[in-house]
């Protein structure tokens, strides 16, 4: 049997999965229900899938922060603490994560065998070129996407689904948290 594997990504209305300018994260419309609901959402026992990119950032962020900083919130703390697998060609271990492996080669394959093989469900925050490669391939159960009220139509960066194949989306579930963010998950299915 196979576990689910959610695609978990943030984006602002206009598609991006972040901004540069005097943006700050969460394009600072976090509050205290979204803050809650990500502590929720990972407390759940699963595994982390990121691609080299999106784990170099995560450490890099996580090691420029201080104890205070948004960078820092429970969430983002329970996340590094749950195990994860790091798809790459380009890492060698150990890294720099408290129970992180280095999964060589496409990640098409090693995820389709981390579904077959995983005792959890299996989740990705960010690495967009990665899940959308899954997405491609059928690997992708869930796309989780908490959208933020803002359009960052000149300072967008990583358009979230860019060059991505089309799909057809059954809404599963939605929330509106703090009044204002949307969190949609939906299953998609391969357009055609």
Do not use: C
């Not at 450490?59 to 195990?83: G, I, K, N």
């Not at 299996?122 to 933020?148: I, P």
């Not at 599963?172 to 939906?186: F, H, N, S």
């Amino acid at each position: 049997m196979t576990v689910t594997y959610t695609f978990d990504v943030f984006s602002s209305l206009d598609g991006f999965g972040a901004a540069g300018g005097d943006w700050t994260g969460y394009w600072g419309k976090q509050g205290p229900e979204l803050l809650a609901r990500r502590l929720d959402l990972y407390s759940e026992e699963q595994r982390m899938v990121f691609g080299a990119n999106t784990y170099r950032a995560f450490a890099r962020m996580l090691a420029s922060s201080t104890e205070d900083s948004d960078v820092r919130d429970p969430w983002v703390t329970r996340m590094r603490e749950l195990p994860a697998t790091v798809v790459s060609t380009t890492l060698d271990g150990p890294l720099d994560w408290p129970d992180a492996d280095v999964a060589r080669g496409d990640a098409v394959d090693v995820v389709a065998r981390l579904k077959e093989e995983s005792g959890v469900p299996l989740r990705s925050h960010g690495s967009l070129s990665m899940n959308r490669a899954l997405m491609a391939a059928g690997l992708v159960d869930r796309v989780q996407v908490t959208l933020f009220p803002v359009i960052t139509g000149r300072t967008g960066l990583d358009p979230v689904f860019a060059g991505a194949a089309d799909f057809d989306l059954d809404l599963i579930g939605q929330r509106t948290l703090d009044g204002r963010v949307q969190e949609l998950v939906y299953r998609p299915a391969l357009h055609g």
